[in-house]
């Protein structure tokens, strides 16, 4: 699980700072030729713990799914309402966003019932596959881990002294880069598809 996985990578984190009352992580980055991309990893929650997970890379979609979730408990509701089998009892707001959940590919009515398009585990279910996948995540854990270092390093040889001390807090943002630049090389070499238009291959849900 991607998304795991970079839970998991070991980095420092930048201390938060003020920026006109609002406490943020500020950065730049440049923009150059055949990069690869951003990616987007979230985590929307309901009152009882249940999840959606979201990694939503650039290079395989327009808009991210987490956009349209993001700020938008109801809908969040919904789909894990939906995930735990309820296909009645919405009220009229409800029943227009899922609407535009079947519209947008998250959602299909079958009959009478309302069914999920993504992947739906139990928190028991995603734990035993975690298990299986754990040799799989330490190997590629170790291999950034080690790419993070050589990035550091080199970043360290090159910024002034004066905020040199800050160096390795920037190891966390290239760890990004590990996961993304081998999904483009996937996703140009044709061993992965470009999701289709409401296709949703990196979104998630793990149900308490």
Known sequence: MPAHLEYNISHNTPAMK????????????????????????????????DSIYFMDFSENTDEPDCFFFDRYQNRVNIVLNIAHGQSTGFSDNDKSE????????????????????????????????????????????????????????????????????????FGMYKAVDCILVPIKIMLNNGLLHRATVNEHPTTYIVLK
């Not at 609002?22 to 950065?27: L, P």
């Open 98 to 169: 899922i609407v535009e959940l079947i519209k947008r590919g998250f959602v299909i009515k079958s009959g009478e019932d309302l069914c999920l398009q993504l992947p739906v585990f139990t928190e028991g279910q995603y734990e035993e596959l975690l298990t299986l996948l754990k040799s799989v995540i330490d190997d590629v854990k170790e291999k950034v881990d080690k790419i993070i270092n050589i990035f550091v390093d080199i970043l360290m040889q090159h910024m002034p002294v004066s905020i040199k001390n800050n160096a390795a807090v």
């Open 18 to 49: 003020k920026y006109a009352g609002i406490e943020a992580h500020i950065w730049g980055m440049e923009v150059f030729p055949g990069a690869p991309g951003r990616v987007l990893n979230s985590r929307q929650c309901n009152a009882n713990g």
